[in-house]
């Protein structure tokens, strides 16, 4: 079983609804349980605590920003427009590739070595997001600015384009609170699970340039700085 809470294993309530779940899977007869969690954030932590004690197996990939948040998920329409704005100033991120999350995923559901295991996931290096897009600029050839704000305008502009205040809570959250520059270390999880190298963001972006072709309606906001939100694998 893999799990993915949606939209955050840091929202109140979801580690208790994950450990529940975890319980019915053990009971039921379940082999071997995935739950993706999030780098920095102390409730996701919790409840892979939780889970533990319910499902003593599990296996725990533990993930920095998603890198097809701006291919995928609430960036892509940022990216775009030709402007990514948002309120981080200078904090470098491991982006990690979505397919390297998916790897270690299907590792762990496949074979028994990787249970018990907690594995944190980031790309090879750190950037800022002004580097990531410049990256997603280059492979995309479309111009695109990175543009920092105070995280007042950031809430100020989600909800005069109608996102629910929950949701403009939790982008906060994470977008002030977790990328804080806490995750900004690399980690070796991928190596770990994998025995091989993370990809970097620049073979990410060259790999899915054909997302930047063209307009798209908005979607829906709402993504994952450390791990669960928004875009899941």
Same mark, same amino acid.
């Given at each position: ?8 294993? &840091?929202?109140?309530? &979801? ?21 993706l $969690? ?14 533990? #004690?319910? *499902?003593?197996?599990?296996?725990? =990939? ?8 701006? $291919?995928? $998920? *609430?960036?892509? #329409? ?7 704005v948002?309120?981080?100033?200078? =904090?470098? /991120?491991?982006?990690?590739? +979505? ?9 762990? +559901? ?9 594995? /944190? ?18 492979? $995309?050839?479309?111009? =695109?600015?990175?543009?920092p704000?105070?995280?007042?305008? *950031? ?5 005069? /384009?109608? =996102?629910?205040? #929950?949701?403009?809570?939790?982008? /906060? ?5 977790? +990328? #804080? ?53």
């Amino acid at each position: 079983m893999y799990v993915a809470y949606a939209p955050d294993l &840091a929202v109140p309530g &979801a580690p208790e609804t994950v450990t529940r779940l975890a319980a019915l899977a053990r009971d039921a007869g379940v082999r071997r349980l995935v739950l993706l $969690s999030g780098r920095g954030e102390t409730e996701a932590q919790r409840a892979e605590a939780m889970v533990g #004690d319910a *499902f003593p197996g599990r296996t725990v =990939v533990r993930c920095a920003f998603f890198a097809q948040n701006f $291919s995928e $998920s *609430f960036l892509r #329409d940022a990216v775009l427009d030709g402007a990514v704005v948002l309120p981080v100033d200078g =904090v470098a /991120e491991p982006f990690v590739d +979505l397919e390297d999350v998916a790897d270690v995923a299907v590792a762990a +559901l496949t074979d028994d070595a990787h249970a018990g295991r907690v594995y /944190e996931l980031t790309g090879p290096r750190a950037l800022t997001f002004a580097e990531a897009v410049a990256e997603i600029a280059a492979a $995309s050839g479309r111009e =695109v600015a990175y543009v920092p704000v105070t995280a007042d305008a *950031f809430a100020a502009g989600l909800r005069a /384009e109608g =996102v629910p205040d #929950d949701a403009v809570e939790l982008l /906060e959250y994470l977008f002030t609170e977790v +990328l #804080d520059g806490r995750g900004t270390p690399v980690a070796d999880g991928v190596r770990a699970a994998l025995g091989r190298e993370p990809r970097d963001l620049r073979e990410v972006a060259e790999r899915e340039a054909a997302a930047w072709a063209a307009p798209v309606a908005a979607s829906v906001p709402g993504a994952r700085a450390g791990g669960t939100a928004g875009a899941q694998p």
